[in-house]
């Protein structure tokens, strides 16, 4: 079975650039996630949709910072512009969740490794 | 209040040998689930194991198990016979009703041959 699709697996670019970051959930999934992770913060979540409708985007760090998930299959993380405190792993995970409570894990891509300079 | 707590930065332990990996949350919530995942240094979030708050049962999977101490409010990683390929940071995570996991700051475990 296809995992989840991350591209691209890495990124290099200059300050002030915009920066799309992809992904592409597991078949049957309904929530999607992205996450950061950094060695001062660890995992920060940034966003999350359930059933293609963002839920919460309270860890958006700021209006720099914008997600889309036009259809169950892809979404999208954008950075514009982009600053070099920005750099980073991106992880998207995603998720079954039924009801209000689920024992499904949240599975991951291989992440993003984002430098900017 | 952190929800996840993981209080050992790094661990050591011997080739054959096993070794536990401490985690405590922290909710009101009656329904919910405990994960642990795995990241190599190749950098990818591995699933490992799952426990839920009203099994009765500790969860194991393999060389995995999850010893689950419900009133104490911790849900320790066991790793028995340590492999040189079990070297990777440890996750504990977190969901109470919502999708949105709550993840630890992680233990880094060393295998020593």
């Known amino acids: 079975d296809a995992g989840v699709i991350q591209s691209p697996r890495h990124e290099v670019t200059e300050m002030g650039q915009e920066v799309t970051l992809r992904c592409k959930p597991i078949?049957?999934?309904?929530?999607l996630f992205w996450y950061r992770q950094t060695m001062m913060r660890g995992l920060e979540l940034l966003i999350y949709?359930?059933?293609?409708?963002?839920?919460?985007d309270s860890g958006m760090p700021e209006d720099r910072f914008s997600a889309k998930m036009p259809n169950a299959s892809f979404s999208t993380l954008k950075i514009q512009p982009s600053e070099p405190r920005d750099s980073a792993v991106y992880f998207c995970?995603?998720?079954?969740?039924?009801?209000?409570?689920?024992?499904?894990?949240?599975?991951f891509g291989d992440g993003t490794r984002l430098s900017i300079l | 209040a952190q929800k996840i707590t993981q209080t050992q930065p790094g661990m050591f332990v011997q080739e054959k040998e096993a070794v536990t990996l401490d985690c405590t949350y922290d909710?009101?919530?009656?329904?919910?689930?405990l994960f642990w995942y795995k990241q190599p240094s190749s950098g990818e979030m591995i699933f490992l194991i799952y426990?839920?708050?009203?099994?009765?049962q500790n969860a194991t999977e393999g060389r995995y198990s999850l010893n689950f101490q419900k009133a104490r409010k911790s849900a320790n990683l066991v790793i028995s016979a340590s492999q040189l390929g079990d070297s990777a940071m440890y996750f504990c995570a977190m969901r109470e009703t919502w999708p949105q996991f709550y993840f630890g700051t992680g233990t880094s475990l060393t295998v020593i041959p």
């Open positions: 078949s049957g999934h309904n929530s």
């Open positions: 909710t009101s919530d009656p329904s919910y689930g």
């Open positions: 995970a995603s998720s079954l969740v039924r009801g209000t409570y689920s024992n499904q894990p949240q599975h």
């Open positions: 426990q839920g708050s009203y099994d009765q």
């Open positions: 949709f359930n059933n293609n409708v963002p839920i919460d």
